[in-house]
């Protein structure tokens, strides 16, 4: 037993590893999938979705922040990962250390850079369209291709940009980005580099130009099971399989009556005889405040509606019947036939299905299963795994 609270978050393995070969067996031309795991592994939790992949054929991982990578290098993950976001120039030999690779867009970066001791491996980031980060003029191009030639312990591996709508059917930026992306990498050729590792695509991207020529694609969303976005759910040409699902147990169950009220400022009232069930997960553990009176939870295999606020560590239910305290109750999931998914979740919050998963803080530990048989806990409040 690894944690003693009530709410769990289950995460399908399996579904993860059909995901990652659906990606794999659509794209054309030996392009492979970098798994993106950052953020948590959007909330799957990073090492053990690192861990599987690259147990199931991934061989390069991509993160946001150093300390993420850092993190899968203690815990034992050796392919190569590569950090999207900007890390200081200062923080650079430890990144060469621990063999991480970095993303460079800035000459000024480059020049800050101290000794390292390690070789340190880059990749180009070119904004073509996106406007958040990357090399958006060639003159900037060149003199930072200049800077690394003369540095003779960086390792110029790869060049990447990427999509700001590749999950919008209208492919317009798209194309102006796909272009402008290309005139970078005829630069980079002229001036006497071809980068080993090219990359471009996002889920969305990987999914619609399969055949679009690069090395690898950056795939998170997908590989976790959920469309880039509702309108790509027409196009998704293999269905992708949701792993994560939330689940909770009834930790007190009541009845009240017409006039009595129900959570904080009373704001749901009793017009009848009603149960009601207490289910211990509120907004401290992710589960958005907002989605009080909008939202369904599912018990016995009925959706249950939530009344009354959301609190920081509960919330209530209306129950169709009395059952017993300790009943199951999915937040997101499937149960007996009928199922709550992160896209319905994410829709009526109005964000996107990508937030949803995030949002479940470290407070709700994840329970990882193969072939349904759990093989891991986590629990991060007891930092036990
Ligand atoms: C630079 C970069 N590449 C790849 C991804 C993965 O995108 P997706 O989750 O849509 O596959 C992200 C995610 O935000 C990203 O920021």
Same mark, same amino acid.
């Given at each position: 037993m690894q944690f003693y609270r009530d709410t769990w978050v289950e995460v399908n393995l399996d579904y993860i590893k059909e995901n990652y070969v659906n990606i794999q067996n659509h794209l054309q031309g030996g392009t492979k999938v970098m798994a993106i795991v950052k953020a948590n592994g959007y909330g799957h939790g990073a090492q053990q979705v690192a861990k599987h992949v690259v147990e199931s054929g991934v061989d390069y991982l991509g993160v946001a922040l150093l300390d993420e990578a850092i993190a899968l290098r203690s815990y034992g993950i050796e392919v190569p990962i590569l950090v999207l976001g900007w890390v200081a120039p200062e923080y650079a030999s430890k990144a060469a250390r621990y063999g991480i690779t970095l993303t460079v867009f800035q000459n000024e970066w480059l020049q800050a850079l101290e000794e390292t001791s390690q070789p340190l491996t880059l990749h180009l980031k070119f904004d073509t369209g996106m406007n958040r980060l990357g090399i958006n003029d060639e003159n900037e191009a060149k003199l930072i291709i200049n800077t690394i030639k003369q540095n003779p312990s960086l390792k110029l591996e790869g060049a990447f940009s990427h999509f700001a709508t590749a999950d919008e059917l209208d492919s317009e930026l798209v194309n102006q980005q796909m272009s402008r992306f290309s005139n970078y990498l005829s630069l980079m050729k002229k001036e006497g580099i071809t980068p080993e590792i090219v990359h471009f695509g996002n889920s969305a991207g990987a999914i619609r130009f !399969? %055949? $679009? %020529? =690069? =090395? $690898?694609v950056r795939v998170g969303i997908s590989l976790y099971g959920l469309s880039p976005s509702e309108e790509m759910k027409e196009v998704l040409p293999f269905s992708l399989k949701q792993a994560f699902s939330l689940h909770s147990r009834l930790t007190h169950v009541k009845q009240i009556g017409p006039g009595d009220t129900v959570s904080y400022g009373a704001t749901y009232e009793a017009s009848e005889k009603e149960w009601i069930g207490t289910v211990p997960i509120g907004y401290a553990d992710?589960? !958005? &405040? &907002?989605y009080a009176d909008k939202g369904h939870v599912l018990v016995e295999g009925h959706y249950c509606k939530i009344v009354g606020r959301i609190c920081m560590d509960q919330l209530l239910i209306r129950l169709p019947y009395k059952v017993d305290v300790g009943t199951k109750a999915t937040l997101v999931g499937e149960q007996k036939g009928l199922e709550i998914t992160v896209d319905d979740i994410a829709m009526q919050n109005d964000t996107i299905n990508y937030e949803i998963p995030c949002l479940i803080s470290s407070r709700v530990p994840r329970i990882y299963k193969k072939n349904n048989v759990i093989i891991e806990t986590m629990n991060q409040i007891l930092n036990n795994s």
């Amino acid at each position: 037993m690894q944690f003693y609270r009530d709410t769990w978050v289950e995460v399908n393995l399996d579904y993860i590893k059909e995901n990652y070969v659906n990606i794999q067996n659509h794209l054309q031309g030996g392009t492979k999938v970098m798994a993106i795991v950052k953020a948590n592994g959007y909330g799957h939790g990073a090492q053990q979705v690192a861990k599987h992949v690259v147990e199931s054929g991934v061989d390069y991982l991509g993160v946001a922040l150093l300390d993420e990578a850092i993190a899968l290098r203690s815990y034992g993950i050796e392919v190569p990962i590569l950090v999207l976001g900007w890390v200081a120039p200062e923080y650079a030999s430890k990144a060469a250390r621990y063999g991480i690779t970095l993303t460079v867009f800035q000459n000024e970066w480059l020049q800050a850079l101290e000794e390292t001791s390690q070789p340190l491996t880059l990749h180009l980031k070119f904004d073509t369209g996106m406007n958040r980060l990357g090399i958006n003029d060639e003159n900037e191009a060149k003199l930072i291709i200049n800077t690394i030639k003369q540095n003779p312990s960086l390792k110029l591996e790869g060049a990447f940009s990427h999509f700001a709508t590749a999950d919008e059917l209208d492919s317009e930026l798209v194309n102006q980005q796909m272009s402008r992306f290309s005139n970078y990498l005829s630069l980079m050729k002229k001036e006497g580099i071809t980068p080993e590792i090219v990359h471009f695509g996002n889920s969305a991207g990987a999914i619609r130009f !399969p %055949e $679009y %020529e =690069q =090395q $690898y694609v950056r795939v998170g969303i997908s590989l976790y099971g959920l469309s880039p976005s509702e309108e790509m759910k027409e196009v998704l040409p293999f269905s992708l399989k949701q792993a994560f699902s939330l689940h909770s147990r009834l930790t007190h169950v009541k009845q009240i009556g017409p006039g009595d009220t129900v959570s904080y400022g009373a704001t749901y009232e009793a017009s009848e005889k009603e149960w009601i069930g207490t289910v211990p997960i509120g907004y401290a553990d992710g589960w !958005p &405040r &907002r989605y009080a009176d909008k939202g369904h939870v599912l018990v016995e295999g009925h959706y249950c509606k939530i009344v009354g606020r959301i609190c920081m560590d509960q919330l209530l239910i209306r129950l169709p019947y009395k059952v017993d305290v300790g009943t199951k109750a999915t937040l997101v999931g499937e149960q007996k036939g009928l199922e709550i998914t992160v896209d319905d979740i994410a829709m009526q919050n109005d964000t996107i299905n990508y937030e949803i998963p995030c949002l479940i803080s470290s407070r709700v530990p994840r329970i990882y299963k193969k072939n349904n048989v759990i093989i891991e806990t986590m629990n991060q409040i007891l930092n036990n795994s």
